[in-house]
């Protein structure tokens, strides 16, 4: 029965880590931001996703993410004023994080499960 608590715990942790790929950051510091950081910027109910950021005192100015850093005719810019929130981080690495939950803890379940006594396919 210990097993299956174990299991159970396990299963409630993991699920903290699947959508760790964004978060707030505690303010918008002035200044060009790392070039392929992504950031989210909302907007009037609209996410938008760029890199190459530069904040500046009034306004925000970035890149689309799908197009090259260095592309300046891309860079679109918004007032902060109009700003609703930024996000930043790593959405892949939510992904990669879920994928290693689907693949790693079936696996260590069955481990845990079969990997002691008789196992889970006992010899006749």
Do not use: N
Not at 2 to 7: G, K, T, W
Not at 49 to 69: N, Y
């Amino acid at each position: 029965m210990r097993r299956y608590h174990l299991i159970g715990g396990a299963l409630g942790l993991s699920t903290a880590a699947c959508g760790a790929g964004w978060h707030q950051p505690a303010h918008l510091t002035p200044g060009p931001w790392p070039i392929r950081q992504q950031v989210q910027v909302w907007s009037e109910r609209q996410a938008l996703r760029w890199h190459a950021v530069v904040v500046l005192q009034d306004s925000i100015s970035g890149v689309p993410f799908l197009a090259a850093p260095a592309c300046d005719s891309c860079r679109r810019t918004l007032p902060l004023a109009v700003v609703d929130s930024v996000r930043v981080g790593r959405p892949e690495a939510g992904f990669w994080k879920t994928v290693g939950l689907v693949i790693g803890l079936p696996f260590a379940a069955f481990m845990v499960l079969c990997g002691g006594g008789d196992g889970c396919f006992p010899e006749t």
